[in-house]
T-cell receptor, first 111, second 112 residues
Framework: KNEVEQSPQNLTAQEGEFITINCSYS?????LHWLQQHPGGGIVSLFM???GKKKHGRLIATINIQEKHSSLHITASHPRDSAVYIC?????????????FGKGTHLIIQP | EPEVTQTPSHQVTQMGQEVILRCVPI?????FYWYRQILGQKVEFLVS????????KSEIFDDQFSVERPDGSNFTLKIRSTKLEDSAMYFC??????????FGPGTRLLVL
């Protein structure tokens, strides 16, 4: 079973700052997921990546398969980015598996 | 945009009672999942379902739990005899294949 570790657990930053959240996992995977959980509890998938880098708006996700490590970056952060950001990997390593979630990074962006 | 829906949004039940949580996945999706999140803790995988059978389950998904897709649209999670520790938010998710999972809004279950 894969273990997922995220850091930091909590992060408070000022509006406009560049944000980095890190994720490491223990067992090789087919793809890694980044998700966002809103204060009300809703979960939204942000990225699924198996290599390299993906960008969507101000969000960038990178993965290093050899090092079993991924990062999520937010450029020009804004208070509306405040949420819990979660890294997840397939429960048993396969593409359509359920996901094993990290504990999440609670991000607060102050105006 | 199509979305996963879940009912009810909140349910309160007495310990020992049976509950059924309902989900309507996105219509052309093939893979279905249940997760739970105990208050203040991380989201945990319960079970995945494909081609009308369980494809994988975690150690949490014991004999008290069952899943069903009774009519080709609904996907249900049944807890036979609820315990206090079953109190959590339960999320349903669905997947078309090779893409990201789409999550429902969750059902908050409180067992008294």
């Amino acid at each position: 079973k894969n273990e997922v570790e995220q850091s930091p657990q909590n992060l408070t930053a000022q509006e406009g700052e560049f944000i980095t959240i890190n994720c490491s996992y223990s067992v090789g995977i087919s793809a890694l997921h980044w998700l966002q959980q809103h204060p009300g509890g809703g979960i939204v998938s942000l990225f699924m990546l198996s290599s390299g880098k993906k960008k969507h708006g101000r969000l960038i996700a990178t993965i290093n398969i050899q090092e079993k490590h991924s990062s999520l970056h937010i450029t020009a952060s804004h208070p509306r980015d405040s949420a819990v950001y979660i890294c997840a990997v397939p429960y048993s390593g396969g593409g359509a598996d359920g996901l094993t979630f990290g504990k999440g990074t609670h991000l607060i962006i102050q105006p | 945009e199509p979305e996963v829906t879940q009912t009810p949004s909140h349910q309160v039940t007495q310990m020992g009672q049976e509950v059924i949580l309902r989900c309507v996945p996105i219509s052309n999706h093939l893979y279905f999942y249940w997760y739970r999140q105990i208050l203040g803790q991380k989201v945990e995988f319960l079970v995945s379902f494909y081609n009308n059978e369980i494809s994988e389950k975690s150690e949490i998904f014991d004999d008290q739990f069952s899943v069903e897709r009774p009519d080709g649209s609904n996907f249900t999670l049944k807890i036979r005899s609820t315990k206090l520790e079953d109190s959590a938010m339960y999320f349903c998710a669905s997947l078309a294949g090779g893409q990201t999972q789409y999550f429902g809004p969750g059902t908050r279950l409180l067992v008294l």
